[in-house]
């Protein structure tokens, strides 16, 4: 199957300061790329669609300005957590969108843990 | 709001099969159903995608009846490390590929 990687699997930092997470498509392209966030024990829950040479669209309560997303190429996504606190440590995944029958390949996930 | 529903947990023992069954009573037509498995910390795994009556491949089948309301996963002859969550999904968007994850069902197999 399909591959994606994400970049740093894990990091810690400081609270106020900014985080980015890579998700790469390794051996196909992707208009779209998904970015979910995971608490202990709970699902997944999408926070925005990354489409690449457009915006990002942020699920209702997902502030965009503190979770900035960039899709500058077709197998590259990223998202920047800014002024990262406590509250923003989680699981990150992101997943690329594979065609034609919407099957979405998952990265092994990032854990963000803000001090 | 998630477009499926399954049981929250299933219990099994080794070398039993296993059959999950997922809710979908929203489908749209062109929409397929795929199953993911997860275990702690880690990304997703795909295991199957279909779009009616069975599908099969090395790890498990997929059983969608006529009205593709529902679905049914079927791990044969689970081993202890099929202990995961597995999470069936439909997209919301059939246009964009969006969906939005249910709750999952935790499959715990026991010796």
């Known amino acids: 199957g399909a591959v994606v990687s994400q970049h740093p699997s894990w990091v810690i930092c400081k609270s106020g300061t900014s985080v980015k997470i890579e998700c790469r498509s390794l051996?196909?392209?992707?208009?779209?790329m998904f970015w979910y966030r995971q608490f202990p024990k709970q699902s997944l829950m999408l926070m925005a669609t990354s489409n690449e040479g457009s915006k990002a669209t942020y699920e209702q309560g997902v502030e965009k300005d503190k979770f900035l997303i960039n899709h500058a190429s077709l197998t590259l996504s990223t998202l920047t957590v800014t002024s990262a606190h406590p509250e923003d440590s989680s699981f990150y995944i992101c997943s690329a969108l594979g065609a034609p029958r919407y099957e979405q390949y998952f990265g092994p996930g990032t854990r963000l843990t803000v001090t | 709001l998630a477009k499926t529903t399954q049981p929250i947990s299933m219990d099994s023992y080794e070398g039993q099969e296993v059959n999950i069954t997922c809710s979908h009573n929203?489908?749209?037509?062109?929409?397929?159903i795929t199953w993911y498995q997860q275990f702690p910390s880690q990304g997703p795994r795909f295991i199957i995608q279909g779009y009616k009556t069975k599908v099969t491949n090395e790890v498990a089948s997929l059983f969608i009846p006529a009205d593709r309301k529902s679905s049914t996963l079927s791990l044969p002859r689970v081993s202890l490390s099929d202990t995961a969550v597995y999470y069936c999904l439909v997209p919301e968007n059939t246009n964009a590929g969006k969906s939005t994850f249910g709750d999952g069902t935790t499959l715990t197999v026991k010796p």
């Open positions: 051996d196909f392209q992707a208009t779209t």
């Open positions: 929203n489908i749209a037509t062109n929409d397929y």
